[in-house]
């Protein structure tokens, strides 16, 4: 498995793909006769402007909603749970009953009353990959707990954007639950994580004291033009789902944009994008960390001292 991926199962963001059916697999699809159909629609529109106004916008709709739903199977990388060792962590599993689907986490913690990390990760990931971070904030005296969205790891269920948007408020009803008594409440998101923690933040109760997004793409329009799964003149064939630029600027908590010019999957100029976006609200934050994955993988002071340093 690559440590690149991002969106998509046909296209590794970050790496190069060579064959064009992989690179455009709706090329020929849906996207191909949306594109015919607003065509003849703009024409139409000409003549009669007023009148077929609302049947054009409802039509775009249809065709976004139709393109999405066939994206969704192709765009998220599941990796199943792989087997934690014993290392003496603290360490709880959670299981989140929702009506079709269950979600697993790991909750870790030694003091009740230690700030805590609400931890959301990445593409083609799961929580037995976070369990070395866990292990280093509990070090620097955090819980944390971490979750595998809908069809990941061990979760059940056929993820979509709607569904991983609700993963994120369910488990971090969970999670509010589990640190009733911590000092502080603080979001980390990673990668696509990012763009479900943007989302979703301002629904999240209590409300964390702060939002922290590292290697967050600006939007998915945006990452899906950028990695040519999409071209350019087909964004508005796509839903704006998971918008960054516009839910940072509508953050009701303070924000860390955490980047590293180092990270080959996601374009560090997308983070200075966020933290231009989130103005007085928010922080961007250089890491010269190796790579895009080294908050997981290599936590270290190197890594993680910046971070933590900003959020005392």
Request: with cysteine.
């Amino acid at each position: 498995r690559s440590p690149c991926l991002v969106m998509g199962a046909s296209v590794c963001l970050g790496e190069t793909m060579t064959s064009t059916s992989l690179r455009h697999p709706m090329r020929r699809t849906t996207s191909t006769y949306a594109l015919v159909g607003l065509v003849a629609l703009v024409a139409l529109s000409c003549d009669r402007a007023q009148e077929t106004e609302p049947a054009t916008q409802n039509q775009l709709a249809d065709i976004q909603r139709a393109n999405l739903a066939e994206l969704e199977p192709q765009i998220f990388v599941l990796v199943p749970e792989e087997p934690v060792p014993e290392d003496g962590l603290p360490a709880q599993r959670v299981a989140i009953e929702l009506p079709d689907r269950t979600l697993y986490g790991t909750w870790v913690s030694s003091d009740p009353s230690a700030p805590a990390f609400f931890l959301l990760h990445g593409n083609g990931e799961h929580i037995a990959e976070w369990r070395p971070l866990q292990a280093y904030l509990l070090g620097k005296g955090y819980s944390s707990f971490v979750f595998d969205y809908t069809g990941f790891g061990s979760s059940t269920g056929q993820p979509t954007v709607d569904r991983l948007n609700q993963d994120a408020v369910e488990a971090y009803t969970r999670f509010a639950q589990l640190s009733a008594e911590a000092a502080e409440l603080i979001a980390f998101a990673h990668s696509l994580g990012s763009s479900i923690l943007l989302e979703v933040a301002n629904r999240l109760e209590p409300r964390p004291s702060t939002v922290v997004v590292h290697g967050a793409f600006t939007t998915t329009r945006a990452i899906l033009v950028d990695k040519g799964y999409i071209e350019p003149n087909e964004r508005d064939l796509y839903p704006d789902v998971w918008n960054g630029l516009e839910n940072i600027r509508a953050l009701l908590m303070p924000s860390i944009v955490v980047h590293s010019p180092n990270d080959q999957t996601i374009k560090f100029s997308m983070g200075e994008e966020l933290a231009a976006a989130a103005g007085e609200n928010g922080t961007f934050l250089t890491l010269g960390s190796p790579g895009h994955n080294a908050v997981y993988q290599i936590p270290t002071d190197d890594t993680w001292g910046p971070v933590l340093e900003l959020l005392r």
